[in-house]
């Protein structure tokens, strides 16, 4: 048996109560229920923000109250929430801690559960793990710092970089671009800044766990990662949530800025409990021949809405949204992708492939847009969905917009089933049915799990095999 | 008089709203274009020159409102809308249709039957046509229904269409849009398929500055097959706005959806789609394809292709594509000594060709690549 096996086997047994727990809350800060202007005073006060920071708050509530539900287009679910039933910020006031003996013990013990290794994590380079909406510990590798890399928490960026920070902030995703990033605007708290310069190829990805923990508690981080000239980042986020009764929500905003020739890859994998509502906006912008790649799994939540997205700018910038989604009873995962074409030879792909299990809906919404006046844009788009059982069900809504015959555009969909014939060909061979589907599955994705990094492609595996289990029969 | 203006329909028609903006169905579309308010009924109609006749159909002749010539024992003239529903963005429209609609036909045939329809369009103003056409178990029917402008006046035609396909028949209807470029054309397709009917459901359109069609197919019965297929030719000044649905409610149904745009100068599309499968339709099978063909660096196509699959052991699936001709086949052409611009048009013709082929109907076929190659030769 070789290693790999091996780990999957352990971590899998491991894995039944993983993510299945909370621990005592202890803040020391608590903004109460409800969003006032009060919360934004509040939330700025104990932050110790600059006066623009809390106009651009106040600004954010103004907009974020003005601008109706989207439900004219997506789920008649999002009327659910209770948004004066949610807290809108909670830390435990501590800085951000340098070295692993400082971080709170139950903050370790909650990363055995999740099952970061130990060693794992002395390696880990430049881990933000973050604990509720604070960084509970920080450490930036020594070798980044000295390499001019800044990876701070937001907070710690809008104050002490603000020269870079301030003006790529909400730049790349204004304010009012939706509903969400309005409301992530008005309350954001938590989440990483950082800024690669010229010419640094970070070598490792750089790292960030996230959690929620406590109840009726959203997360509204807010990331902003600049790579200058010729540099190259890429940053992982992983995410597992404590299961409660009543709904969270979580809404990040994202933006990733490639200057001139940079490349940039976000790796997301989303595993919230099934209770959280998980609305996010993420885009980046990609200059002249840089590359932004979002790849982007989600298995948890109870409803996802995420359409990374890559305005091209600048001639020969390259944009790509890898996807898979996992759909099982009481979830829908509703992910996509923007592809916005805004110089000449821009070039955008799309591969997305969901899986719907038992009663859960997965939906591929899409936008590419090729305004006038280009010419040789070329955009894929591939949709691939999997249905598991008769309850499952599926859609995809995509938009394509091409102005001029300079480009060529093809978007293709499909939806299909694992064959009877191959389940029977995998169970005349000793596998189970359940063994069969989950292989089928596993089939299904490999070429896109192959896109994650290793740790992370093993644990995809891991979770489709558990979400698999009692699915057929 | 008065009965007319506390009728029902007429008060649901002044209830609902125009379209806005903000709804999905009407995305990407010019949803102020929609707005009829104020519009009053067109008058009577002039007369126009009438094509070639088809052979072995029935031909009926509208100027404007009014039946000029045509009689047959399966086809009633009727004087009030069928009740066509908009399911797709245009309620409003639809309850327009309801309560003025004056003048229509009825198709019921048990037995083979072919009917061609011309309408004559002339004057400003509103005009509602409708048709229903119904075939029995086991009968055959094709019907040509064609829309031509005789003057140079901005009509707006609210047309509605309801095809009923009973077990074992079959229906082949082809609408050919013909009008001037200042015209606006709205239209409501519906069609019902029971088991075991086909329907071929095709449309050309090559004028009307802005067209509106709403195409609702519902496949209903085991093994019925449905397919729906458009030629559009829009150019500089046009706009089409094409909307469809292929709703699967019946176990191994099957339906395919083609359409071929070729879009000349500044012209805009919007074709919106979605293949709907209800929860328990298993072994359904269910293609839309809508293909651009881009001729100049002004022209615009939006492209909207949607599944919502409810059902598994299903085969669905969706393609779009916007490009332009191949500089391969450019060259191919030209060196056999065709003209660029030529070789252009001819490429582009095969393109439509592909949609009109699948109509499997020799005559329909052959008029269908007349209005095709009238449009090619007015664009410039």
Known sequence: MNSETATVQQVALEKDDRGNFSFPENHKYDAGYGLTKDTLDYISKVKDEPQWVNDFRHKALETFLSKPMPTNWATED??????DKIRYYLSDGATPKRSWDEVPPEVLETFDRLGVPEQERAFLAGVEAQY????????????LADEGVIFVTCSEGLKEHEEIFRPWFGKVIPTGDNKFSALNSAVMSGGSFIYIPKG???????QAYFRINSENFGQFERTLIIADEGSEVMYMEGCTAPKFETATLHSAVVELVAMKGAKIQYITVQNWSSNVFNLVTKRGLAHEDAEIRWIDCNIGSRLTMKYPGVVMKGEGARGEVISIALANDGQHQDTGAKMIHAANNTTSNVVSKSISVGKGRSTYRGQVLIPKHLKGCKNNTECDALLINSKSRTDTYPAITVKGNQHVTQHEASVSQVSEEMLFYMQQRGLSEAQAMSLAVNGFINDLVEEFPMEYSVELKRLIDLEMEGSVG | MSATLTSPALEQFEALDWPVRTVENWRFGSWKEANLSGLELVGSGISGKLPKPLEGFTRFVFENGTLV??????????EESFGPKSRLGSPKLAALHTAKSDHGLHIKSATDLSVEVIHFVSGEGLLLPGIVIEAEAGANIRVVKRFISVDNSAATILAATDVRIAENAHATCLVTQELNLKSKFIRFSDSTLKASSTAKLAVIHTGAKWVREETYSTVDGMDARSEILSVALPSTGQEYDQRTFQHHGARNTYSE??????????????????????????????YQTCRNLMMTDECEANSMPGLEINADDVKCSHGSTSSRVSDEEIFYLMARGIPSKDARNLVAQGFSVEAIEKLEDEQLEALALEVVERKFTSVE
């Open chain 1, 78 to 83: 999002l009327n659910a929430i209770d948004f």
């Open chain 2, 257 to 286: 959806l083609l359409f071929k745009n070729t879009l000349f100068g500044k012209a805009k599309t919007i074709f919106s789609g979605l293949i709907f499968v209800d929860e328990g339709a298993h072994g359904t099978d269910a």
């Open chain 2, 69 to 78: 010539s045509g009689s047959h024992d399966s086809v009633v003239l009727t």
């Open chain 1, 132 to 143: 509720d909406s604070e960084a509970a510990y920080s450490n930036v590798k020594e070798a």
């Open chain 1, 200 to 206: 640094v190829k970070v070598k490792h990805p750089l």
